[in-house]
């Protein structure tokens, strides 16, 4: 069974690249255009294997979202990545300490991507 | 001026505790000399008492008297100092302007009341202390002591108010010339700090052949700044057309790989089921194959079978043919039987009535001779008939040719091995087709991936644009902030704006640190693209 993955960012390109690619390569996608409207799926049923996220967002940014989604029942240990042009090492620590996964830097490319996906989704 | 109406205010204080004093030690004495009449009696306690009763007004009438004079002049020196304050309090007023409703100076607005209350009540004072002087004048004049001790003590307090006021006159007085003395302190720093900068740009205007005026320049500053901030916005639009253009072909780009992608995977289904079509048609194929070589084998096999028949019937024919002289050979025996029979017929008439069993023997014996020969001539028309057919069937010509169509058809195994071999050699056609389709098909798919993944650009440059759009931005509002203020201030400048467009500056390059970018990701300080906590 395909694997889910939600995508949260406010970049409709974004969104939409990222969105092809995981899909072609068999996972099932879910998007969001910024935190609170993410946090409102997951609230609202959905329960993806990986959450995937940007970090500097309007109205509820990246590590607000982390943050919040790890009080959630049930998404304690979800695997949760971000995707985002800071690369900064305080920007890093903000989000480890929120509980993220781990620190992606755009652009990341189509192969790197499915490869660090199987690291913390394994069997996917 | 100060100095000499607080000099006049003392000797004024000094004048009232000269009388308490010396009204006290009459006082005193009074009490003593009363004392001491009482209780000794002696006649020496009344002449204390009369001199004390002396001393007391002998010594304010002297004391009076004496500084009547200059009680005048104190009273000329206040009205002469009242005067001044006056004149001092309207110079403070007019140097600290009236503040406009929008913007309120707090510090001029406090001390123009201040001074205007302290003014009023230093009049008052000023009157008050002339009425009371001139009615301590005249109680001095007519020795009244009563009157004397009410003025006195209405002019105490008075003159402690007056102290207290003019206290808190110098401590304003003192704030405001420590303010003033910051503000000349800074604007002298500030004249020393732009002195350098002033007179390099007027030997560079000077170097340029001309030497505007102040107020030219400042004209030609604002209308640089509003220029630049025209370009600014020129260079806004042209921004925000990128992030339109971007986005779009991003979105387009996304698209059209898309439906690549979605085409590509339906080739690829396609052929995969091509591919298990030609497998299933292949493998019916093998059945058929093996049909058509079962047919062939048996055709194959027909000449020679045919062969073997027209041998088979050509010993047939020869067997007919020595079966015509057993025809013959029975022929034979049916005459010979024939003629025997007659001749038993014959001997059996010579034997008479002996001879008649013997006669229907012989009859009967001629009978089965001629059916012999009947039956034999039967077999050998049948003979010749079989024969006569056989023969017909072996004619060669016509053998020959269908032995060649024969042979033809064998032909036909040939055939279907190589249509065999050709069939083998498609479906492997097939296969490796299929295999470098999947493969090219992989690869197109890698390819997609990482053209998609090229589209986050458009999302960074989206950002970089969006953060030079916020710096810009606050440029211009610092640049228009200072033309404002170098047009209000005429040239004293109130704020550091180096500094602030410095601290823009700093801002953006920090920011942009917090970011990374494809020249600087590669050094060997920078962080990892990628981390796993």
Known sequence: MAKTILLVDDSVTMLMSVKTNLEINGFKIETAEDGVKALAKLTSGLKPDLIITDINMPNMGGIELIKKVRTLPGFRFTPILTLTTESQQGKRDEGKAAGATGWLVKPVGGADLLKIIKQVLPGS | ?533
């Not at chain 2, 109680?139 to 003159?159: G, W, Y």
């Not at chain 2, 015509?324 to 029979?341: C, H, M, P, R, W």
């Open chain 2, 1 to 533: 001026m100060f100095n000499k109406f607080k000099n006049a205010i003392g000797y004024a204080s000094k004048i009232g505790r000269i009388l308490l004093i010396s009204n006290g030690i009459a006082l005193a004495l009074i009490i003593v000399a009363v004392t001491f009449a009482f209780y000794t009696g002696d006649y020496a306690s009344v002449v204390f008492l009369g001199l004390s009763s002396a001393i007391m007004p002998i010594s304010q009438w002297f004391l009076l008297k004496h500084k009547s004079a200059s009680i005048t002049k104190f009273e000329q020196k206040i009205e002469i100092t009242h005067e001044k304050l006056n004149h001092i309090f309207n110079c403070i007023a007019a140097h600290f302007e009236s503040p406009t409703p929008d913007d309120p100076n707090s510090l001029a607005k406090d001390v123009e009341v201040f001074t205007r209350e302290l003014s009023e009540s230093l009049t008052q004072c000023s009157v008050t202390l002339t009425n009371q002087m001139q009615a301590l004048s005249i109680a001095l004049d007519n020795q009244e002591n009563e009157r004397l001790q009410k003025i006195q003590d209405t002019l105490l307090p008075l003159i402690k108010t007056l102290s207290d006021a003019m206290k808190s006159y110098f401590n304003v007085r003192d704030k405001i010339d420590d303010t003033l003395r910051i503000q000349v302190a800074d604007a002298k720093e500030m004249i020393e700090r732009l002195e350098p900068e002033v007179l390099d740009l007027s030997n560079r205007l000077a170097s340029m052949h001309e030497l505007p005026l102040f107020p030219v320049s400042l004209r030609q500053l604002d209308q640089v700044v509003e220029v630049n901030l025209e370009l600014d916005q020129n260079i806004y639009s042209q921004f925000e057309v990128i992030e339109h253009d971007t986005n779009q072909n991003a979105i387009a780009l996304v698209t059209s790989m898309e439906s690549l992608s979605i085409n590509a995977n339906n080739l690829v289904d396609f052929i995969t089921k091509t591919i298990q079509t030609v497998t299933k048609m292949n493998t019916n194929s093998d059945t058929d194959v093996a049909f058509i070589v079962d047919i062939g084998h048996f055709i194959k096999d027909i000449p020679e079978k045919i062969r073997s028949d027209i041998e088979t019937l050509q010993k047939a024919t020869h067997v007919i043919s020595d079966l015509g002289y057993l025809v013959d050979s029975i022929k034979e025996i049916s005459f010979q039987t024939d003629i025997l029979a007659v001749n038993a017929a014959i001997q059996a008439a010579h034997a008479g009535d002996a001879g008649l069993g013997f006669k229907i023997v012989a009859d009967e014996v001629r009978k089965l001779a001629v059916n012999s020969n009947h039956a034999a001539e039967m077999i050998e028309t049948g003979l010749e008939n079989a024969r006569k057919t056989i023969q017909e069937g072996l004619k060669f010509k016509a053998l020959e040719g269908l032995m060649e169509e024969i042979d033809k058809a064998a032909n036909v195994v040939d055939s279907v091995k190589n249509l065999e071999q050709n069939h083998e050699d498609m479906q492997q056609y097939y296969k490796t087709l299929f295999a470098v389709i999947n493969k090219n098909n992989q690869q197109l798919a890698s390819d997609i991936s990482e053209i998609l993944s090229g589209v986050q650009y458009q999302d960074i440059v989206r950002q970089r644009i969006e953060r030079m759009k916020s710096t810009m931005s606050r440029r211009n509002e610092l640049l228009e902030l200072f033309i404002q203020e170098l047009a209000t201030s005429r040239g004293l400048l109130t704020e550091d704006f180096v500094a602030q467009m410095q601290s823009v500056l700093n801002d953006y390059l920090e920011e942009e640190l917090h970011h990374g970018n494809s020249l600087s990701e590669n050094s060997a300080d920078a962080p990892p693209k990628f981390e796993l906590f």
